[in-house]
């Protein structure tokens, strides 16, 4: 499987065709502009869920399983939400196109790359999947595809090979009663006039061009610094806060914003001269739409060190918290005290602040 590159900037050119980059920092699926997806390091959800598990002495992978298969359950059923769609599904060749269909959006997210090895619709199936970006996680893709694809509950089973691993998924009766309270929910967009650098052939931002698609091996590889993301969805998260509550905030809030400072540093963008500081805060506040994180519509910054971001459409709070933690500390030198509150629909106010007794080098 190989995907057709754009011969201006070299994106697969099913990128554009899928997806559309809006003026208001939202990335959404054309199928159904309800639904959003952000490109982001591959390991970042499985070190938000360690570090829970760690943080309150028990696992949390079943939370964090349940919550993604209901994400990808309700993006792939809003895709086939259409009479039309749905009575192709009840021909078999066509079902079975549709499960191709999910090996490709496999490569194309930088998820996995996969392959059937047996398909009975209503009843199994069983793929060869190499590079799967979480074990857990991409069973629960595959799982909520499944369900959103069948109509009716779905588990799965991995059992490992030399080469990679064979995924198996069974209908089944019902779902765990944790499934039923992690339905996730899309906030209303707000407009904005963020102006994309686009690429004229294709239509995606032509900061893309940093990334490598390595379809024949299901990865996504950001070329400067060697680094796998993936373009995916992450609602799992809010729906991980709404079940174990408030106290996991700064443990999610603490995984972004060092994950983040870690990119910035491997991208020589810290400990810059202090004529410089305002052009690198307003140079990454630039990059939240390009990725899919919201738009940062207004800025106040003061001579005694506080930051203060309106974000239109964050895609989820506490990421962006993390994000303009780190921002700030590439720029100030300093760790940050972050707040934030809503400021009306669709826009959270962050109030970024040096934290008391530190003094850091970012």
């Known amino acids: 499987m190989r995907f057709r590159r754009c011969p201006i900037c070299g994106v697969p050119s099913i990128i ?33 869920r360690r570090r829970i598990s760690d943080g309150l002495g028990f696992p949390v992978n079943r939370i964090f399983y349940e919550a993604e298969r209901n994400s990808v359950r309700e993006v792939v059923d809003g895709l086939l939400d259409n009479p039309a769609r749905r009575a192709f599904l009840h021909v078999l060749p066509l079902k079975r196109g549709a499960v191709c269909f999910f090996h490709r959006l496999a490569s194309l997210t930088g ?10 619709p209503g009843r199994f199936g069983e793929a060869f999947i190499r590079n799967p970006w979480d074990l857990d996680l991409m069973a629960a893709v595959v799982v909520g595809a499944f369900e959103a694809l069948e109509g009716r509950p779905y588990r799965a089973f991995w059992k490992e090979k030399e080469d990679g691993y064979i995924l198996r998924v069974e209908a089944t009766e019902s779902k765990p009663e944790i499934s039923e309270r992690l339905q996730v929910d899309y906030p209303p967009l707000k407009e904005g006039d963020f102006r994309h650098h686009l690429c004229p052939r294709c239509g995606v931002p032509l900061q893309l061009r940093n990334l ?19 373009n995916w969805e992450a609602h799992s998260v809010r729906l991980v806060i709404r079940e174990l509550g408030e ?52 800025v106040e910054y003061t001579s005694r060190g506080i930051l203060r971001v309106w974000v239109d459409n964050p895609y989820e709070e506490l990421l962006m918290a993390g994000r303009l933690g780190a921002f700030y500390q590439a720029v100030e030198g300093r760790r940050a005290r972050i707040d934030w509150m809503e400021a009306g629909p669709s826009t959270v106010s962050y109030i970024l602040s040096p934290e008391e007794g530190t003094e850091v080098s970012a």
């Open 212 to 230: 490598e698609w390595i379809e024949e091996e299901g990865l996504i590889i950001d070329r400067r610094r060697n680094i796998r993301m993936i």
């Open 16 to 48: 554009g065709r899928l997806n559309a980059w809006m003026p208001n920092g939202a990335v959404v699926n054309l199928g159904n502009r309800k639904y959003r997806q952000i490109f982001y390091e591959a390991d970042l959800l499985p070190e938000i």
């Open 247 to 298: 106290e996991v905030a700064p443990i999610i809030v603490d995984a972004e914003r060092e994950r983040t400072l870690r990119m910035l540093k491997d991208l020589g963008l810290v400990g810059l001269a202090e004529e410089d500081r305002g052009r690198l805060l307003q140079e990454m506040l630039s990059q939240l739409p390009v990725y899919g994180y919201g738009l940062a519509s207004e």
């Open 111 to 120: 998820t996995a790359h996969s392959r059937t090895l047996r398909y009975k």
